[in-house]
């Protein structure tokens, strides 16, 4: 077997209409760290756990893109809740998917100030001892 040509996902382009006010929901809703805005190219930039997101005008629609994200959170219905709270446009309450022996996985959909879907992801351990 040949070790594979990629390593791991570095950046993710989200496109917005709005930058300011993406910004602004990223950084104060979803609290991810802004790393750097490039104000005269329509740039910014957060870290989400390791993996740069890249927040940005496409530069032609070959470059459009509207990624859907699954967001990691500890606890889906407090992560919920508080999107609740803040008024963000919720598309689907928590609820489990998918179900292993050993894990659960939990959805909830929402979207951000550019109207894009977005995901809150919660994998909850099962307890195996019962």
């Given at each position: 077997?040949t070790e594979p040509l990629v390593q791991s996902i570095g950046q993710i382009h989200v496109t917005v209409d709005d930058l300011p006010r993406a910004v602004a929901f990223y950084r104060d809703v979803l609290g ?99």
């Amino acid at each position: 077997m040949t070790e594979p040509l990629v390593q791991s996902i570095g950046q993710i382009h989200v496109t917005v209409d709005d930058l300011p006010r993406a910004v602004a929901f990223y950084r104060d809703v979803l609290g991810l760290p802004l790393l750097f805005e490039v104000p005269a190219q329509s740039m910014a930039f957060f870290d989400c756990g390791g993996v740069r997101l890249y927040l940005g005008k496409a530069e032609s629609p070959d470059f459009d893109s509207r990624p859907l994200l699954y967001l990691r959170v500890a606890d889906i219905e407090t992560a919920h809740g508080k999107l609740v709270e803040r008024s963000v446009e919720t598309l689907s309450p928590p609820h489990a998917v998918h179900r292993t022996e050993t894990t659960e996985l939990w959805l909830s959909f929402f979207k951000d100030s550019e109207g894009t879907a977005l995901a809150l992801m919660e994998e909850r351990k099962l307890d195996t001892d019962a």
